[in-house]
């Protein structure tokens, strides 16, 4: 089965929305006709290499936030230290992004849902491994910023005041 | 260079603007109490010349009471200061002897012009100082020495030697000058005339038989002494014997006696009778009888002489020729608040008599009294006890009535849904009418203060934002507090014997009471007068009064006043025979109030009011320390509450303490807040602060090895924390003791500067202290001490260091220079643990300042910016309701307040906010966004038809 399941002719199905009304209702670019003319591309011969194809693509994708790993890091260490509104902006894209692919892994993987692939599992996990090490990367920028309230000076203000245990009445005068 | 001026960028951001110059701050300004005062009738302003106990010489105006002019001259402070300054004068100029006959001065009468001087000597006058005028020569009588000075430059006519003297007296006689002198309880009187090129045409020596008066007066030729009950008059320039003058009784005491402008007059008082000698006859008239409390003559155009006497605030005047009363028993003020009057003066008589009444606390009180009139009215007073403040204390004004309603409808606990339902919807339209009745109000000021300025809409705006605090220059206003809580009430005691309650505002007297006759200050250890308040109770709670306790010496007794500080009503009053410390019990027995402790020297004490059984039974325990002024063993101990006794914890001596001077005993005020518990470092660690609440900072002073040490000691171990020593140390020492850290000024002899020294206490990196701290519990590890000292480039009068509500701001040093700045130096710059060098991380990390050794001095952190203020004794600071903003009164010779905001203000807008712009770009925002709705819809109709 080809990738391209269905072909759209959006000229035969204009001319048959034109010309029957009573198919209106489809929505643009399907027609029946179309359908009909949909043609099976596929060959025998063929289908060994397409196999082979989508394996590759799954991987591909899999592999994709661990190879954009290298690109982030040179980009966090272009942005510099400093804390202004550009680092700032691409620290948290960098963060927001992988959360957001996180979430959305079996969207990302559908269209390679198939019998042939097999199980995508793993691509799923090196996917969700490669996409933790970009947020790492984004942590550890963050942390490098400074902004990150892991000491224990980020704390000190919430420290409370010591109660007394004793008292003394040591700010009086002594009179002579 | 560059640096320098990064540094300031960095620091300075808290100048004044020109606009804001007298909104947040007022100054005072004071002469002292009047040793001398003279009518100065020509010229077209009628004025009093006063020398005052200030050392200061000055010109009232006596239709206002205002200052004309006012010459400051050396503090009275800094050295030994037994004389009062004295003065003559001509029709054109004065001339003063001040700062215990040390400097001869000559001023311009008018405009108080300086016209030139002359140092007398370094050391202070044997005898007090006499000083007489005549034709262009000014001469001094002081040192043994007799010293004619031109009135036109100052500049030495001649001098001779008068015989050693412990009194002496001047007048001029004709176109010369008359001096007698003499030794009390010895029978010679010394008598010179001198004309004016300095030739002695007489010097002889009168011997007397029974001349050996305490107090010696010079009235024209006649010299008057008296003792007990015995005056004696002597005609300087005759040869004749003394004679006795009879007037008094055997029962009776002399006073006092009174000279007159009018030769050969004088007056005496008598604890029975007051009467006007004639001393060219020999003869005495009496005028009144029973005690009067002060006498003065004064003489019209006419020649006509005229006496009067206060007697109990009730005015008499007497024409001495018709030999009748002119004004009979005329009454002024309210005799319950007033002292007793010490001193009148005359201002001027004839349809419309006018008085300067001097109380004995230096309330200066014009009267205005017509010749038909019962009562005198008060035209002006000036309150020159303000000038020797014991002790400052704020206090915050009671909640206001619509706050009050609040918290009683709070507290009470009915059950009832309806009843609370109803009561509920009562306070509602109470606060409503309330709101109704200021809208109002506000309306009509606002209407106010644009009728009367002809101002921009960004003054109106600040008279909007401005008029809940300043609510106090309209009258009549209940005491109550703002939203902001930054009106108070200083309540103010004065060594002269009076309270007086202040409003910050403005600085005006809400209240004052007099104390009574003979009170002074209690003499605290370290040399000081005092007169202490203690706030026992706040006005935190609605539905109790705010109460405060003031402790004075009377009589050799010490006594206890309590008053409630809003209206200075007395509650109760204690007298105690010896009080060794008095103090406030850190907890609250019944109604909130806070018990005053009295610890006597023979180790038992009392607990005013006494506490309940139930707070005995849970009471935390409390310790504190005495100090032996003979041999400098410090004692500790602990109080037993039950027994009232003291039980003894531990001793310890202080080092070298018999050639040492005790500079200061300071302990940190129990309500002082430290909001951050420690100090980041530049890798993110935390250096923890030692924030001991029982520490006291001791600081002594060696007078032989001039070495300075300063011990930080625990009041309740005993056990001596931290010590330091400095040595070629010279006076002034000055220190201030907050939180963990200690800073203390001090002049040194080796760098020949005034030098200040900073240092903190840390526990280190771990915490050990967390939620209980206990003086007893050993330290973990030792303490980390960091110190730093900087270079000041100015001397120090006095310090202090800003209080806020939370301790979150950053603390600023206050510090009053001896040419009349109050000088604030942030606390980022006096800090030991500013880094020698920047590494490259301090400068990613920011906030650090390297060290350098010189505070810069700019003229941006001036507080007072042009307002001299000088002498200044004492600095108060207390917190407001903003975090950001501390209040601070310096006191002295003047007043000033102002507040202080060290980390800027950051919890309120500035004065400078542009308020038309916000709000046009509101307006512009809200009404784009109307317009835009339209035509989005607009523009979605027509989408829909086409």
């Not at chain 1, 590759?56 to 290298?70: E, F, H, I, N, T």
């Not at chain 1, 960098?94 to 959360?99: H, S």
């Not at chain 2, 029982?694 to 600081?699: E, H, Q």
Request: one cysteine or more; a negative charge; hydrophobic letters at 40%.
């Amino acid at each position: 089965m080809s990738l391209a399941t269905w072909r759209l002719d959006a000229g035969t199905a204009s001319r048959s929305a034109r010309t029957a009304d009573s198919q209106s209702y489809f929505p643009p670019g399907f027609s029946p006709i179309g359908q009909a003319m949909q043609q099976n591309v596929e060959a025998e011969a063929a289908a060994d290499q397409q196999e082979h194809l989508m394996r590759k693509r799954a991987w591909d994708v899999a592999m994709g936030p661990a190879k954009s790993l290298p690109m982030n890091m040179f980009m966090m260490y272009m942005a510099g230290r400093s804390i202004s509104i550009f680092p700032i902006m691409m620290v948290a894209m960098m963060l927001w992004r992988p959360l957001k692919t996180m979430f959305s892994v079996n969207s990302t993987f559908k269209p390679l849902q198939d019998d042939k692939t097999g199980s995508l599992i793993l691509h799923k996990i090196l996917f969700v491994l490669g996409n933790f090490g970009v947020v790492a990367l984004a942590i550890y920028k963050v942390h490098s910023m400074g902004l990150l309230p892991n000491y224990d000076s980020d704390w000190l203000e919430f420290i409370p005041e010591a109660q007394r245990g004793s008292f003394s009445l040591s700010n009086g005068d002594i009179f002579i | 260079m560059v640096l320098y001026h990064f540094l300031l960028l960095l620091v300075g951001a808290h100048a004044l603007f020109e606009d804001q110059v007298g909104k947040f701050d007022w100054r005072k300004q004071f002469i002292g109490c009047p040793t001398q005062i003279e009518v100065d009738r020509r010229g077209k302003l009628d004025r009093y010349l006063m020398a005052t106990e200030e050392n200061v010489v000055a010109a009232l105006s006596m239709n206002t009471g205002e200052i004309v002019w006012r010459k400051v001259q050396e503090d009275t402070a800094n050295q030994g200061h037994r004389h009062a300054p004295t003065f003559a004068g001509n029709k054109n100029a004065i001339c003063t002897v001040s700062d215990s006959g040390r400097m001869l001065r000559i001023w311009s009468k008018r405009d108080g012009a300086f016209l030139g001087q002359l140092l007398l000597s370094s050391v202070e006058s044997p005898h007090p100082p006499a000083v007489a005028i005549e034709n262009e020569a000014c001469l001094v009588v002081a040192h043994n020495r007799a010293i004619a000075v031109s009135l036109k430059d100052a500049t030495k006519l001649w001098e001779i030697e008068i015989n050693k003297s412990n009194w002496v007296a001047a007048r001029p006689h004709r176109d010369g000058f008359a001096i007698v002198g003499g030794i009390q309880e010895n029978s010679e009187v010394h008598v010179k005339w001198v004309d004016a090129q300095g030739n002695q045409n007489l010097n002889r020596i009168l011997s007397v038989n029974s001349f050996n008066p305490k107090r010696v007066t010079l009235s024209g030729r006649h010299l008057l002494g008296h003792w007990d009950s015995t005056l004696y008059s002597l005609d300087i320039l005759a040869n004749g014997p003394e004679m006795k003058i009879e007037v008094v009784d055997k029962k009776e005491q002399i006073l006092e006696v009174v000279q007159f402008a009018t030769e050969g007059y004088a007056a005496v008082r008598t604890t029975e009778h007051t009467a006007v000698l004639n001393l060219a006859k020999n003869f005495a008239e009496v005028l009144s009888t029973g005690k009067s409390d002060a006498v003065s003559e004064f003489v019209n155009k006419d020649g006509v002489q005229y006496v009067a006497l206060v007697q109990n605030h009730v005015l008499t005047v007497f024409d001495l020729n018709e030999r009748k009363e002119i004004l009979k028993q005329v009454a002024y003020g309210d005799p319950t608040l007033l002292a007793p009057v010490k001193k009148v003066v005359v201002g001027g008589g004839d349809k419309e008599w006018e008085f300067l009444v001097i109380g004995e606390d230096c309330r200066m009180d014009h009267l205005v009294v017509d010749l038909n009139a019962k009562k005198g009215t008060t035209e002006w007073s000036r309150e020159e006890g303000l000038t020797k403040i014991g002790s400052v204390e704020m206090l915050d004004l009671p909640l206001s009535e619509s706050q009050a309603a609040i918290e009683t409808e709070f507290s009470v606990d009915e059950k009832n849904v309806l009843a609370s339902f109803i009561h509920r919807l009562i306070s509602q339209l109470d606060q409503f009418k309330r709101w109704i009745g200021k809208s109002f109000e506000s309306i009509f000021n606002l209407a106010l203060v644009m009728q009367v300025q002809s101002s921009s809409f960004s003054d109106i705006l600040n008279s909007v934002r401005n008029s809940a605090k300043s609510s106090s220059s309209f009258r009549g206003y209940p005491l109550e507090r703002d939203v902001f809580n930054l009106r108070k009430l200083m309540v103010v005691t004065s060594l002269k014997g009076s309270i007086f309650a202040l409003d910050n505002s403005d600085g005006s007297v809400v209240w004052r009471k007099y104390l009574g006759a003979n009170v002074d200050g209690l003499t605290t250890l370290d040399g000081h007068h005092k007169i202490p308040i203690f706030i026992q109770r706040t006005t935190a709670f609605y539905n109790f009064d705010a109460q405060v306790a003031v402790a004075y010496k009377q009589n050799a007794a010490t006594h206890i006043t309590f008053l409630n500080p809003m209206n200075g009503k007395e509650v109760d009053h204690q007298v105690v025979n010896d009080a060794r410390r008095i103090d406030l019990l850190p907890f609250v027995g019944d109604n909130h109030l806070h018990s005053i402790i009295v610890v006597g020297a023979n180790k038992k004490f009392t607990v005013f009011p006494s506490l309940p059984a139930n707070v005995l039974e849970t009471a935390p325990p409390v310790h504190l320390f005495d100090v032996d002024q003979k041999n400098g063993k410090m004692t500790g101990f602990r109080l037993d509450l039950k027994t009232h006794e003291l039980k003894e914890t531990w001793t310890e001596f202080l080092p070298q303490w018999q050639e040492s001077t005790l500079i200061t005993i300071s302990g940190k005020p129990s309500t002082q807040r430290t909001h951050s518990q420690g100090r980041v470092m530049v890798d993110r660690s935390v250096l923890y602060k030692y924030v001991n609440p029982n520490l006291v900072a001791i600081a002594l002073l060696g007078k032989e090895s001039s070495q300075l040490t300063v011990i930080m000691l625990d009041a309740v171990t005993g056990q001596t924390v931290h010590s330091a020593r400095l040595p070629k140390v010279k006076e002034p020492v000055h220190l201030v003791h907050c939180e963990n850290w200690v800073a203390y000024s001090y002049w040194s002899e080796k760098g020949r500067r005034t030098e200040i020294a900073v240092f903190e206490l840390f526990q280190g990196i771990e915490q050990q202290h967390l939620e209980t701290f206990s003086s007893d519990e050993p330290l973990k590890q030792a303490l980390h001490v960091e110190q730093a000292s900087f270079i000041f480039s100015q001397g120090i009068q006095s310090m202090a260091i800003s209080e806020t509500e939370q301790g979150a701001s950053n603390r600023a040093i206050l510090v009053a220079l001896p040419f009349g700045n109050i000088f604030e130096v942030n606390r980022r710059i006096l800090d030991a643990l500013r880094p020698m060098e920047l590494t490259a991380e301090m400068r990613e990390e920011g906030g650090f300042i390297p060290y350098m050794p010189e505070i810069p001095i700019a003229t941006e952190e001036m507080l007072n910016y042009n307002q001299t203020v000088h002498h200044i004794q004492g600095i108060k600071t207390a917190p407001s309701g903003l975090e950001s903003t501390s209040l601070v009164l310096a006191y002295g010779l003047d007043m000033f307040y102002t507040r202080v905001t060290p980390s800027g203000t950051f919890d309120i807008l500035k004065d400078d906010f542009d308020h038309v712009f916000i709000t046009i770009v509101l307006a512009a925002l809200i009404l784009g966004s109307i317009f835009a709705r339209r035509m989005a819809r607009n523009k979605a109709l027509q989408q829909q038809w086409a």
